[in-house]
């Protein structure tokens, strides 16, 4: 017997019979305390976070590829509900292809810090960046708002939630092309460039009360701690490979120590020294770039275009620290769904779970960038089975789809099905 | 996500057999003393009562000095996990409310294991002073 098999077969005489009868304490609270999702936190800095006419003119907006410099890109390009509100492919693609993997949306509204380097501080700060941006959609705030005056069903969806559009008709006042940082902006008077960028940053309000909408839907794994919570505890809703692989999980493997609470993230930035995808491209900063572009933002939750400055989520931002140990951090990653949104790591470097778990398990190919790092892991070393056990959990965490009224454009705004 | 209650105890009761004067860390108006023994300080927490991984929290520290009536010149508080080799991931607002109270917001121990938090007060004549507790998050 190899030594593999040895400690599969202890495994099989230790973990199993204790399974099957009452749960490990430790293991029972942490399941208790991983499911289920709440709804996600009230974000104060967003008034319309929850209006129902917000959320349909969001979902519009989500959708609409007309917002983009070329007409082609919309958020759901990248946010694919075909593909669990990713793209399925190692690094965002939009109008370029971009240096980070996209993130799903399915419960993004439970985050603290947006962007994988946390560089936005609400869902509706973050819903506005791609759009400016040129590597995804290549707008421009003037010409989103003068398509949307443009267009007779979003203006009265724009004005039925936050009032009239900005009259924009005269071209030398809001020229094509206007954003900061482009000449245009710079000639714009300081007012007229306010009551765009309000118009703009209700835009973001109305995407993300659509996508608070997108939760990550009952998996097998809650259903499962449902019938613990409830004193009926029901092992067939998983299978036992899942209920060994949540107890390593949330045992000796120590995933707990970032992947805890009912997303399974702390919701915070960490170094794993990951191998890079090109070993010829510069080292990422992570947070070490995201932190001075969430300080430099004009849309955060203390900024002048939030609905509460001061409330208590404006002062995460204001509180928030950067550290040597920060440089190459990245956000840690719900596992909610994280079967349906490979591949993996924030530049795509792992195409499967198996991937992820194997560089865990050995920390092969990790790269200490600086001595400042952060020393969280080590090597798991657990054996083949185990791994197995642990993928299994990972699938059970697979939650019923949103409703398909949330996966297409809303009727009556003319958006073609991506 | 409550305190490691049996390995915090442990670690609480060995602090006292060394003499010191920890408390353990489960309820309101816990206490040490600076290495040097000239301050004791007494933190409360108000919101929420219990520590728990990963949730913003607000404490008052009291700082007396046990070996005259000298208001200390300043007081800082840090947490650090040392053996992931980082610490916390705010930047703690203190708020003198008196000649020796402060009110400290912002905390937050992002991660569940054990944290060393430190109070370093800064006595009339600028030198440091450190009291320092060591709590386990589950």
Redesign the interface.
């Known amino acids: 017997m190899n030594r593999d098999m040895f400690t599969i077969a202890i495994c099989c005489l230790l973990v199993a019979p204790t399974l099957a009868g009452e749960l490990p304490a430790p293991i029972k609270r942490s399941a208790l305390a991983s499911s289920p999702v709440p709804p996600p936190p009230a974000n104060p800095t967003n008034r319309v976070a929850d209006d129902p006419a917000a959320r349909q003119f969001g979902q519009a907006l989500f959708f609409d590829p007309n917002l983009s410099s070329n007409k082609e890109v919309s958020c759901a390009t990248c946010h694919d509900p075909a593909l669990g509100f990713a793209d399925g492919k190692p690094l965002a693609e939009g109008l370029k292809t971009g240096s980070i993997n996209t993130p799903t949306v399915l419960g993004t509204a439970h985050h603290r810090w947006l962007f994988l380097d946390g560089r936005a501080d609400t869902l509706w700060s973050q819903a506005l960046g791609p759009i400016e941006s040129d590597l995804e959609m290549g707008g421009a705030r003037t010409d989103v708002v003068r398509y949307l005056a443009a267009t007779p069903k979003l203006a009265e969806a724009y004005a039925a939630v936050f009032g009239p559009l900005p009259d924009v008709s005269n071209q030398q006042r809001f020229p094509d092309g206007a954003r900061p940082g482009t000449p245009q902006w710079e000639s714009m008077a300081e007012q007229d460039r306010a009551s765009i960028t309000q118009a703009y940053a209700n835009l973001g309000k109305a995407i993300e009360a659509y996508e608070r909408q997108l939760e990550p839907g009952e998996s097998n794994f809650d259903r499962w701690v449902a019938s613990i919570r409830s004193g009926t505890r029901d092992d067939a809703i998983m299978t036992g490979a899942a209920i060994r692989g949540f107890a390593l999980f949330a045992g000796d493997a120590g995933c707990m120590q970032c992947h805890f609470g009912p997303m399974l993230s702390d919701l915070e930035f960490h170094d794993l020294g990951l191998p890079p995808s090109d070993p010829a491209a510069a080292p990422m900063p992570g947070r070490g770039a995201g932190f001075p572009l969430l300080r430099a933002s004009e849309f955060r939750a203390d900024g002048p275009w939030s609905d509460a400055p001061k409330s208590t989520k404006a002062r995460r931002a204001a509180s928030a620290r950067i550290g040597p140990e920060h440089w190459g951090s990245f956000r840690t990653p719900s596992l909610r769904n994280v079967a349906a949104t490979a591949p993996y790591m924030h530049s795509g470097q792992f195409a499967r779970i198996s991937d992820v778990l194997r560089f865990y398990n050995t920390l092969e190919g990790q790269v200490r960038r600086h001595h400042h790092a952060e020393a969280v892991l080590v090597p798991l070393e657990l054996n083949a089975s185990q791994l197995l056990d642990i993928e299994a959990f990972l699938d059970s965490l697979t939650g019923d789809r949103p409703p398909n009224s949330l996966c297409v454009p809303p009727e009556g705004f003319g958006i073609p099905k991506p | 996500?409550q305190f490691v209650s049996a390995k915090a105890l442990l670690i609480g009761m060995a602090l006292l057999l060394a003499g010191c004067a920890s408390t353990g860390h489960s309820g309101l108006n816990q206490s040490n003393v600076t290495e040097d023994g000239r301050y004791r300080v007494t933190w409360r927490k108000t919101t929420p009562e219990a520590i728990k991984?990963?949730e913003?929290f607000e404490m008052f520290v009291e700082v007396d000095d046990l070996r005259g009536n000298s208001p200390p010149q300043d007081f800082r508080f840090d947490a650090t996990m040392p053996?992931?080799?980082?610490?916390?991931?705010?930047?703690?607002?203190a708020t003198r409310t008196d000649d020796s109270t402060w009110q400290l917001?912002?905390l937050n121990l992002?991660?569940?294991?054990e944290w060393v938090m430190t109070f370093d007060v800064t006595d009339e004549n600028g030198v440091l002073h450190r009291a320092s507790e060591t709590v386990i998050l589950?």
Do not use: I, K, L, S
């Not at chain 2, 053996?83 to 607002?93: C, K, L, S």
């Open positions: 996500m991984a990963n913003y053996a992931h080799r980082h610490g916390m991931n705010t930047v703690v607002n917001q912002d992002h991660m569940p294991g589950e």
